[in-house]
Each structure stands twice: as structure tokens, then as C-alpha cells.
């Protein structure tokens, strides 16, 4: 099958939606499907061969945070061409509400259009005004599927019509097998995220610190994500600062090294989220996970049974968590165990499964409504109009 992959967010800044589009790629790739990617890219951008730039991006806040999109009618000159030479059997936009690559080869394409919605956002007022500009575009597709309940609320409360749920996928193995590093491991708790962005909430676990260092004072907190280090601890009091340690952006392997080497990894994200991939990650790798009670999180955390929760935005209540998780080892044990077992249905496996038989339904679909159109160009006028010609 020949497929495309619309991108909306720019391929050299990494986030949550490109890594479930590499990884989708790279499974479909697997299995013997020819996948292109259209996404937005600087020029000096290593990519995939895959990967198609359709030119820099720009820095829009959205969604609580700060998308790097692409627009423009040089945008929808190169989506036009990537369609036209690509003869796709089926196209598959993600974040096609969004003004970026998505909507414009929404607007462009022809044949079938699978589109994942990844957005929570239940209130979007933005979405709700734009809503008469996107209805045309979006009348186009031809299924729909959604990476949570929670985005596909958002879908039906905003745009109309509904979605499958089909999750973010991982490869389990892949942080399985990590070989934890020794320095990284001995007391410690782990955050990946961008620093800079309030809602990935490293300030609430930096407000929570003092009292873990206080409760257990060889505990480190290791950093992993690009951002101001030295506006994240400025809070904390000087003689503790030296307790975290920033690792900057990190490999998917160093990635998936820390998560297989730390006690507890923290998610105290405040809001925004409608999946939660990182915590996936994290009980791939076999980390007891800590987690703010978003719904998104609970769901994914099997309200609380794979990874414990706390109160949103509440830095006692993560403090009080992450003591109790630090000095109780069996219960870090029965967490792994559970997260490992639970982890299992988000793998690459499955959740790639069912990605390719949603596109099989739409491209055999569109086959039965060309047979149908040729059939009825090519039949005698009596099966056209029901009456026989004199």
C-alpha cells in the first residue's frame, strides 16, 4: 500500500505527535508498505529518507503550549506537489484542525483520508469559531480516529461526528532490553520534558523537592529536555540545587537508559495532555510511575492500578507520593510488574494492526465507489435511466 503521513509540527523539535508518526512510519516500513512523510523541517534538518520537508515552521502558542506549524501559500504549493507525486492509496492527516500542513492537504486531497485528532481541549474557543472554515475540509475524510477518549471528546464536542480510539503506539522491547546506566541509578527519580513549558510541570516537582530531599536526602532528581536550567531550580534553596541533574536532549537510547535506571519516573504534567506517551514509555522500560490525575493519565495508568496518581498541581500531595514510593520497594516491584503486564496493548503490534485496518476500510471503500461510478459511465442507457432505447 502506498501511504502518506501529513506531519502538522515541525520534525526538528521533538514532541509527542512526530514521534508517533516516526514510529508509525517506521512500522508501516517494516511490514512492506511504501510511507512518505510531509512535515515541516529546517533546512539543515537531518530526516529520515521518508521524509519529505515542506520548509521552516513558525512558532504558534497552541493547545496550552507552543507548536512550531507551517502555512502559507508556499506551504500549499509543496503539499500539492508531495500529493501529486505521490499517487497515495490512502492519506493520513494528523491534527487536521490545526492551521498547518493537516488542513492544508485536507483542502488539496483527493481519495481516501484517515485523520488522528490528538488534542484535548474541551474548551477551545479558538476551535469552536474556526469551526466553519474547517467543516469543508473535514467533510473530506473519510474515517477518523482519535489517540484517547478525552481527544476524541474534544472532536465530537467542537468539530461533529465521532472517531475510533486507538492509542499512541510504543516499542515495548525497545525500552525493555535498555541496559540501565549505573550512574543514573541509586535513589533517584526521573522527569522527561521541556523545561520551559509550564504545563509538563517540572515547577511543581521542583516545589515538591524540598520536602522528598528533607524525608530522604540522598535522593537526585535527573532532568532530561531542553529548556532554562537555571530558572528550573531557582526556587530551590541553594544547598539543594546540586541534588538535580540536567542531562539536556537525550538519544532515544539514553532515553530509554534512564527510564530502565531510575526508582520512580514523575509526570507531573498540569493540563493539555489527551494520551500521556512518556508514561507508556516509562512502563515499557519497567519504571514505577508517578503521575498527576489528569484523566488522560488515569486512563492510561488504568486509574491508578499501573502507576500511582496525585492530585493535580498539588506539590504535597507528589511529595508525600514519591517518599512513600522511594522507601517501599515492594511496592515499586508490584507497580513494574503491573505496568509491564498493562503496557502490552499499546505496543506497536497492536496499535499498528489497527491503524492499517482502518486504512483498509477506507481504500476499499473508495474501490467499491469507483467500481460503482465506472460501472454506471460504462452501462447501457436502460441502466442509467430504466428504460430501453427505441
Known sequence: MRIGIVCPYSWDVPGGVQFHIRDLADHLIRLGHSVSVLAPADDDTPL???????????????????ARLNFGFLSAARVRRWLHEGTFDVI??????????????????RGPIVATFHTSNPRSRAMIAAYPILQPALEKISARIAVSEYARRTLVEHLGGDAVVIPN?????????????????GGTLGFIGRIDEPRKGLPVLMKALPHILAARPDTRLLVAGRGDEEEAVASLPAEMRSRVEFLGMVSDEDKARLLRS???YVAPNTGGESFGIILVEAM??????????LDAFAQVLDQGAAGELFAN?????????AVSLLGDPLRRAE?????????RRFDWSTVGADILAVYETVT????????????????????????WPR
Do not use: T
Request: charged residues 25%; glycine residues 8%.
Open 313 to 321: 498541581e498539588d506539590a504535597e500531595a507528589l511529595a508525600k507520593a
Open 262 to 264: 531510575v526508582d520512580v
Open 48 to 66: 529520515p529518507p521518508y521524509v519529505v520537508s515542506a520548509g521552516r515552521a513558525v512558532p504558534v502558542p497552541y493547545n496550552g503550549s507552543v
Open 364 to 387: 476499499a471503500g473508495a474501490a467499491a465507489v469507483d467500481a460503482d461510478e465506472r460501472r454506471g459511465r460504462l452501462a447501457p442507457p436502460v441502466a442509467r435511466s430504466g428504460r
Open 169 to 185: 503506539g510504543v516499542d515495548v522491547d525497545f525500552f525493555a532490553r535498555a541496559e540501565p546506566r549505573p550512574e543514573w541509578q
Open 335 to 343: 507497580l513494574r510488574d503491573r505496568g509491564s503486564a498493562h503496557v
Open 284 to 293: 515499557s522500560a519497567g519504571a514505577p510511575v508517578l503521575a498527576s490525575d
Open 92 to 109: 493520513h492527516i494528523h491534527e487536521p484542525a490545526s492551521p498547518s500542513l493537516g488542513l492544508l492537504s485536507c483542502w488539496a486531497a
